[in-house]
């Protein structure tokens, strides 16, 4: 199975891309052959027999912070990508044997939505050495191998330094970071005259909060201050093994709701929140993915994220699903997980 | 204190809002059948018996009141109203601007026969002498630091579960489905959670049963509004019960299943319409398990034969299954009773 996926990523890479009936064919075989090997996910899609892409079942991500689903003996995983600064509580984590799919179809993309990117890279985010549980470090360190890590294991770094590093770069650069390391940076007095071509991608990570409210003025901000460097966004999670980006835009332009471009073997989909059922594209709604990178994992997620799918697939990505219920004087659901964690 | 004619009044204007025409307007999203049921069981507690014996207590009344309602269970704020106005209060209610039928129809009820009862959703308090407030525990410290001089009653979140043996599960099923179901699940007396004690087989059993009980109930108490947070909450506790348990009901959010879980996934925050079965082998088990909610524990139901065992675990309230969301008029609050708190007890000295 895993080289029937390869083939089908390295065939939507090349020259002739498969059609969404090919999609929803090595979807539909992945889904039958997960069930066979994950006993977790078996027992979740006990009794469904999805016969579209969109009635895959779907598991909550946050099931991955009690259950390991693989689709092998969840000792034998190699890679343990873990969530990070939610607020529920306990980590996620993903377990991969292999990266194979991860690697090929973070890199085909990578280069096919940011066909000119630098060679150079200064990044923000912690390398795949020193936080070997991080998806992202992980991501970085494939595109970028000979990048320049900042931070350590745990994310901090020294922004007078990142200054001076940037300052001193005489060719188009690739600044990885997130929206909180941006900040971070930006918090510091510095500038540096990036050259044409450079880039920096911001990723989020709501953490546990709406979409950060003073985007725009840390864009703006960020535009003043890394020269001629242009944004671009990307958008991934622990539990997906693939990732959506935004094309090149100057900073005065980005959106930090995308639209973000999927590869053609990540599906997004919004349903409505309350009764799971898919919406029509163009509709805000709670967020699920069929990525068929997650081969030994499980292919089809819910996430607690909102977004809405445009019609050509594209996802603006509107951040974590608003409101409370309505209560009276009962715990509400975050109320009771942190207490449980004294657990 | 007591004062017969307030006391009559008192009960007509409960009569007068048990009759309002139209419950399912002022229920805040509550089906029709569900909030007519709803009415009726709280103003069915309002006893004349009740609400005298709710009365004698000793202190100086206050001579006005405010109530503040959150949110959730529509009628939460009557027996609040009903006590203060009985005491003589000038009671102010202060009801969540987006939900302000019931406080305005209560007050109405109340105002027609003389009682001093008005309704705002004015944030800002006046100066009173007493504050009961209900709603999450942020809110409630905020209204308690904003009026020190005033006597409180402060009732923040709480949770619910369910303790039983459950010998012969379906008369249990139907007495917890129906703790599960009222009020759509939306207040602290609602069942997070059913332990049951003894072998593992009654849990399943007992599981099974609530499975049949919750969706059939369900057909005469329908579900409501409901949030569409619910929904990944409701898909997050199904998948988690099909992966390491067994669910039992039905696949609608809401619409009723229960699910037979290890007992290390005890999790006491509510999901609307389902209730999580966990299999535990002995009080000292339980006591254990419920160590990280000590302190946020509203109720427990128990079929025990000694049900104060269960006061053990930090519970405010014991009592039978089926009886959750009905406990009696005049009852202790937190572990006080209602009236004593909210009147003032001067020193009388030689």
């Known amino acids: 199975m895993t080289d029937r996926v390869l083939a089908f990523l390295s065939a939507c890479l090349g020259p002739a891309p498969p059609g969404l009936r090919d999609l929803e064919a090595v979807a539909l075989a992945l889904h039958r052959w997960q069930v066979v090997r994950s006993p977790a996910y078996a027992a979740f899609a006990s009794g469904r027999n999805p016969t579209s892409l969109a009635e895959i079942p779907a598991v909550p991500v946050a099931i ?7 689709c092998f003996p969840p000792e034998e995983a190699r890679y343990r990508f873990e969530t990070s600064g939610t607020t529920a509580g306990r980590p996620g984590i993903h377990r991969l044997r292999s990266t194979a799919a991860y690697d090929l179809g973070s890199t085909g993309w990578f280069r096919r939505m940011v066909p000119d990117a630098p060679t150079l890279c200064v990044s923000l985010v912690p390398s795949p050495a020193t936080a070997p549980s991080s998806s992202l470090s992980h991501m970085v360190g494939l595109l970028f191998p000979e990048a320049r890590f900042l931070p350590d294991g745990a994310g901090r770094f020294d922004p007078e330094e990142a200054w001076a590093l940037l300052a001193a770069v ?8 997130t929206g909180l390391a941006l900040a971070r940076l930006l918090d510091v007095p510095g500038a540096a005259d990036l050259p044409e071509g450079s880039l920096a991608m911001v990723t989020g990570g709501f953490k546990g909060r709406r979409h950060v409210e003073d985007a725009p003025r840390l864009y703006a901000e960020a535009g003043r201050r ?3 460097a242009k944004h671009v966004g990307e958008y991934g999670m622990t539990e997906l093994s693939s990732q959506g980006w935004t094309g090149p835009v100057a900073f005065a332009d980005a959106d930090p709701e995308g639209p973000f471009r999927l590869p053609p073997w990540l599906v997004a989909v919004a349903v409505d929140p309350g009764s799971g059922v898919p919406l029509p594209p163009g509709r805000r709604g709670q967020l699920r993915f069929v990525d068929l990178a997650n081969v030994e994992s499980v292919l089809a997620l819910e996430t607690m994220d909102e977004g809405t799918v445009l019609p050509d697939g594209s996802l603006r990505l509107h951040g974590r699903l608003p409101g409370a219920p309505a209560r009276g004087c009962s715990l509400t659901a975050e109320e009771a997980a942190a207490l449980a964690r004294a657990r | 204190m007591r004062s017969p004619d307030l006391e009559r009044r008192v009960l007509r204007a409960v009569a007068r809002l048990a009759a309002a025409p139209d419950p399912w307007s002022l229920s805040d999203g509550l089906s029709v059948p569900m909030a007519a049921h709803c009415l009726d069981l709280a103003c069915g ?3 004349p018996e009740a609400l005298h014996a709710a009365l004698a207590v000793p202190g100086v009344p206050p001579r006005s009141a405010a109530v503040v309602a959150a949110r959730g269970v529509f009628t939460a704020p009557l027996e609040w109203v009903a006590l203060l106005a009985g005491a003589g209060a000038e009671v102010v209610l202060k009801t969540p601007s987006t939900a302000p039928a019931f406080g305005r129809a209560l007050a109405g009820a109340f105002s027609a026969e003389g009682l001093p009862v008005r309704c705002t959703t004015d944030r800002d308090l006046p100066d009173v002498d007493a504050i009961v407030a209900m709603g999450d525990d942020t809110s409630v410290a905020a209204i308690a630091a904003a009026h020190p001089r005033a006597r409180l009653a402060l009732h923040g979140h709480r949770t619910s579960l369910a303790l039983v043996e459950a010998p012969d599960p379906e008369p249990v099923a139907a007495a917890l489905a129906l703790d599960a179901l009222l009020f759509d699940g939306r207040g602290c007396f609602t069942p997070a959670a059913v332990l049951v004690l003894g072998p593992p087989g009654r849990a399943a059993a007992l599981a099974e049963a609530l499975g049949r009980t ?3 109930l369900r057909a005469s108490l329908p579900l409501g509004d409901l949030d569409p947070l619910h929904g990944p909450a409701w898909r ?4 988690l019960t099909r992966v390491l348990g067994a669910l039992h009901g039905t696949d609608a959010p809401g619409a009723g299943a229960a699910g037979l879980l290890p007992a290390d996934q005890l999790d006491l925050g509510v999901v609307p319409g389902f209730l999580a079965v966990h299999s535990v082998s002995s009080l000292a088990e339980v006591a254990g398990r419920l160590r990280p909610w000590h302190g946020h524990l509203a109720a427990c139901a128990t079929d025990l034969p000694d049900p104060s065992a269960v006061l053990a675990f930090g519970v ?4 039978g299954p089926g009886r959750l969301q009905t406990p009696p008029f005049g009852r202790a609050h937190g572990g006080r009773e ?4 909210l009147c003032l007890h001067p020193s009388i000295e030689p």
């Open chain 1, 226 to 228: 890394l020269g001629r």
């Open chain 2, 316 to 319: 405010e309230r014991a009592c």
């Open chain 2, 338 to 341: 209602p009236l004593r708190p």
């Open chain 2, 214 to 216: 919750l969706p059939a």
């Open chain 2, 236 to 239: 997050h506790r199904a998948a």
């Open chain 2, 45 to 47: 507690l309002i006893t």
């Open chain 1, 170 to 177: 005489r060719e188009p650069v690739f600044l990885a970071t």
């Open chain 1, 64 to 70: 991955l912070q009690e259950v390991p689903l693989t």
